[in-house]
């Protein structure tokens, strides 16, 4: 079969190629062999480290040395030790927000009307490769708000949630998300959480019972992204409402989940009698399914697009164990890093299509999934060659810094590649997406037990 045509084909993947732009240079000259000797073309074109881009336009250089400039000077150092109590790693997180917002790097993604926002895709991944290439941390405690509740609010709020919630965003006002429940995980519409409304006074409100789990920094939160239940009638998806909470209202409870490695990154929420002013519900009572579409193509995009960008910046940690651990001539180490780098590279290309579609109003069902699953896989190949060969170092418990690819410790990092197979809709639940709406294969019969 010939091979395909096109903007990423063309060249023949060698792992010559991959190693030099690594500064990995075996002294064997017979472990510089093609990928695969047996396609006459593949799709990687070497375009590290980062600034050797050959696509890279006059303006991007322009974008990356004001970049580099301002990461020479502010980027964080000593931030992992800095980060070992939960009070350090929000006062660590915070600070690191602070000066991305007042550098204009903080929120890309977002409309020009923002400081820093209107970028480019090209722009917007020239900075997270920047990033992550100058080993920055990543904004934990805020990317819920900067993708998630921006995303939502941006596509379905009103006016007035627009512009009373995206400014305090940016001035460091934190999101979280509750959506999923005991009970109502992958089946998400199952949730239980009651919302009825009822008059007040002062305005009409929204009573809310019910419970959440796995809200990532939900103790730390200021506002959170809720799904409740207005109506029992009907399919499942009909009934439920989106509303903004705030986390200090009355009847709200939030208990930290604490984890087999030692770290608190999520928490329970109960509701009792919570009100919440229907003023702050998004959409119409009984479309909140809809709404949160739009908040879980965010969490399974556009934040995703970050993330490839990252570890593609993030490549670098693995090339160093290479030549810090003496593998320069070893030909499994070698085939296997050449692997990884094409695998990135292919997320990359992948995550990049899907948001060069959305921004063309093109979206299929399931396009999504490609790239979630897409991600954590290439994310598991990453962190299971870096504790590979991190040896024996990497395999003693160490205090967690709360990350996800660079927390500096790869045994870390190798168990949290496992939750990015759960997190934003199990890698199986994507899979049958997939299938079913893409591939047009059976429907899952519903509702049989084994
Ligand atoms: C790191 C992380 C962060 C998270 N953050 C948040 C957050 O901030 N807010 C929030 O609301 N939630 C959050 N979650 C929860 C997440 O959305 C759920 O864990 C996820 O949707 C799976 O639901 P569940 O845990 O209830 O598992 P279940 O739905 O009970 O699934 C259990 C197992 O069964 C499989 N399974 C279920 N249904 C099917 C099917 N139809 N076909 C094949 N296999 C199936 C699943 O793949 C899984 O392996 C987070 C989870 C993680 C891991």
Not at 48 to 61: A, F, R, V, Y
Not at 227 to 234: N, P
């Amino acid at each position: 079969m010939a091979a395909p045509q096109g903007a990423h084909y063309g060249k023949v993947a060698r792992n010559e190629d991959i190693l030099r732009v690594w500064g990995i240079i075996p002294q064997n000259p017979s472990l510089l062999f093609p990928i695969s000797p047996q396609r006459p073309a593949a799709v990687w074109t070497p375009r590290h480290p980062i600034g050797t881009d050959k696509d890279m336009t006059n303006d991007l250089e322009a974008l990356q040395r004001e970049v580099r400039s301002f990461l020479a000077a502010e980027a964080p150092t000593g931030w992992r030790d800095a980060s070992r109590t939960q009070d350090d790693f929000v006062r660590t997180q915070r600070d690191w927000f602070g000066k991305l917002v007042r550098a204009g790097y903080a929120i890309p993604h977002w409309p020009a009307e923002y400081p820093g926002g209107g970028r480019s895709l090209a722009e917007q991944k020239v900075i997270y490769e920047e990033l992550a290439g100058a080993d920055c941390p990543r904004l934990l405690l805020s990317f819920v708000s900067t993708y998630h509740a921006f995303a939502t609010l941006h596509e379905c709020g009103n006016a007035e949630q627009k512009a009373r919630y995206l400014p305090k965003i940016l001035e460091g006002e934190t999101w979280c998300q509750g959506f999923s429940e005991p009970g109502a995980g992958s089946d998400l519409a199952a949730i239980k959480t009651r919302a009825e409304l009822q008059s007040r006074p002062d305005g009409d409100v929204y009573v809310i019972n019910g419970q959440k789990v796995w809200s990532t920094m939900a103790q730390f939160a200021d506002k959170c992204l809720l799904l409740a239940r207005t109506s029992s009638d009907g399919v499942k998806q009909a009934g439920i409402t989106y509303l903004l909470m705030d986390m200090k209202a009355p009847g709200v409870t939030v208990r930290p989940i604490h984890q087999i490695q030692g770290d608190e990154e999520f928490a329970e929420i109960f509701l009792d009698n919570v009100e919440i002013p229907a003023s702050e519900r998004v959409g119409e009572e009984g479309k909140g399914w809809a709404v949160a579409q739009a908040t879980l193509a965010s969490e399974r995009g556009l934040t995703l697009m970050e993330l490839s960008y990252r570890m593609r910046g993030a490549l670098g940690r693995v090339a160093k164990l290479i030549r810090d651990h003496g593998h320069t001539e070893d030909r499994g180490v070698l085939r296997d890093f050449g692997v990884l780098v094409t695998q990135v590279d292919a997320v990359c290309a992948i995550a990049d299509q899907f948001l060069d579609n959305r921004i063309n109003g093109i979206e299929r069902m399931g396009d999504a999934s490609i790239v979630k699953n897409a991600y954590s896989r290439a994310l598991r190949a990453y962190s299971a060659l870096g504790l590979r060969l991190g040896g024996m170092d990497e395999q003693y418990v160490a205090p967690i810094t709360f990350g996800d690819l660079n927390t500096g410790n790869w045994m870390a990092d190798f168990m949290n590649s496992y939750a990015w197979t759960i997190a934003g809709g199990s890698e199986e639940v994507q899979r049958g997406i997939i299938a079913e709406r893409m591939l047009d294969m059976p429907r899952e019969p519903k509702g049989w037990v084994l």
